[in-house]
């Protein structure tokens, strides 16, 4: 069991570190074949003021509401942004999106998705858990993510859970690892600017180690809690 949970907690750190690697290979190309491209597309956002993080979270929610991968907009937002800006930016906008696709499901496409996964197991598991224990579901959804985020937040506009807590839970438990992306955007930008220290990136990536770990360690109670049930 315990080797399981390691395993899981390799896999949070390699998937941030692939997401990293490959916006990084994608940055560095910009920025020293493309003309500085990263130097110039900061100074663009930055003369946009206000609007610039209006369009990433309006993108961000429409994104999340068409079922694509939120990890490469949050590494996306840390760079453009800095690591807090950028991180506040893109918890608010899963977060509108979340909201979006859990009302769309629950007031318009509910037959679509029953039709589409209701003899899903972890769709039924979900059905069965949020009658009784709602914010249980909730969090074990997040925290522990069997489906992707744009996915679940679609049937948990189905099952048993309000709103308001779905709202609150879903920018709760995706904190961490959104800071955790931001900040790794905000540090590959000023590393291939030129503006951050060797210390720097080992403080992020033992910062990250740490975090993956702990938030690890939290899924393993809840998991433990839920079976003790």
Known sequence: MEHGHNGGVWRTILKVGAVLAVLGAVSWAMEHWGGGGMTLLSAFVAAQGSLA???FVTINAVAV???VPQSLFTVAAGAMFGWKLGGLLASIGMTIGALGAFLAARHGLRRVIVRRYGEHPVFRAMQRLS???PL???ALSR???VMPFPATSYLLGIVSVRPLPF??????CMLPETLLLAS????????ITGRASVEAAVALLAAGVVLAVVVH???RRIVEAEKGD
Do not use: D, E, N
């Open 53 to 55: 993080g209006a369009v």
């Open 65 to 67: 509401m068409l079922l």
């Open 131 to 133: 009658v009784s224990h």
């Open 136 to 138: 249980r579901v909730l």
């Open 143 to 145: 925290l522990i993510p």
């Open 167 to 172: 709202v609150f839970l879903t920018w709760l």
């Open 184 to 191: 790794g955007g905000h540090l590959l930008h000023s590393g």
């Open 217 to 219: 360690r939290m899924k």
